[in-house]
T-cell receptor, first 115, second 108 residues
Framework: DVKVTQSSRYLVKRTGEKVFLECVQD?????MFWYRQDPGLGLRLIYF???????EKGDIPEGYSVSREKKERFSLILESASTNQTSMYLC??????????????FGPGTRLLVL | GIQVEQSPPDLILQEGANSTLRCNFS?????LQWFHQNPWGQLINLFY???GTKQNGRLSATTVATERYSLLYISSSQTTDSGVYFC??????????FGQGTRLTINP
């Protein structure tokens, strides 16, 4: 079974803090993704990566950065957390098949509260 | 960008009832997927269905790509079916756009 793990289920931070959310997948997947989920808005793509050291902006990258130094690990960074970044953050991975016709596997999510 | 709309936003049913969830999308897509998010937040893929009909036990899904909609059918609902159901369309290169979800509550 594919396993995607996230470093924390719940996290409380203060405005202005630097926040790291870690995601690890154990299936040698090429692609990794970060989403945020807010009530009434569904999931929105923040950043994604098709390969080590490669990153692409999603639909809402402002206020976030990412790092992928190893294939299995994809980190989301909030350089200076703000209250409007309070949300549920979900990481996902996929194999990276040619043509992209495949599903994504999701981690359990991190609920971040910024005070 | 592409718009994805799901209906209804909320659905409350008794155990044993059948339900139909709808997903409309505003443009041609490479692929469409249905996900279930359980009450603990875990998102699981149910169907990968760019067109046609698929069935898996009590669940089935139909996508009519030419008319830009997909339907998810749940028959003989169980309390474990509760949660939020999302459809997501792939606009290319695995970039998924999600609908806002349908929250399903199955009461015993």
């Amino acid at each position: 079974d594919v396993k995607v793990t996230q470093s924390s289920r719940y996290l409380v931070k203060r405005t202005g803090e630097k926040v790291f959310l870690e995601c690890v997948q154990d299936m040698d997947h090429e692609n990794m993704f970060w989403y945020r989920q807010d009530p009434g808005l569904g999931l929105r793509l923040i950043y994604f990566s098709y390969d080590v050291k490669m990153k692409e902006k999603g639909d809402i990258p402002e206020g976030y950065s990412v790092s992928r130094e190893k294939k299995e690990r994809f980190s989301l960074i909030l350089e200076s957390a703000s209250t409007n970044q309070t949300s549920m953050y979900l990481c996902a991975s996929s194999r990276g098949l040619a043509g992209g016709q495949e599903t994504q596997y999701f981690g359990p999510g991190t609920r971040l509260l910024v005070l | 960008g592409i718009q994805v709309e799901q209906s209804p936003p909320d659905l409350i049913l008794q155990e044993g009832a059948n339900s139909t969830l709808r997903c409309n999308f505003s443009d041609s897509v490479n692929n469409l997927q249905w996900f279930h998010q359980n009450p603990w937040g875990q998102l699981i893929n149910l169907f990968y269905i760019p067109s046609g009909t698929k069935q898996n036990g009590r669940l089935s899904a139909t996508t009519v790509a030419t008319e830009r909609y997909s339907l998810l059918y749940i028959s003989s609902s169980q309390t474990t079916d509760s949660g939020v159901y999302f459809c997501a369309v792939d606009t290319g290169a695995q970039k998924l756009v999600f609908g806002q979800g349908t929250r399903l509550t199955i009461n015993p």
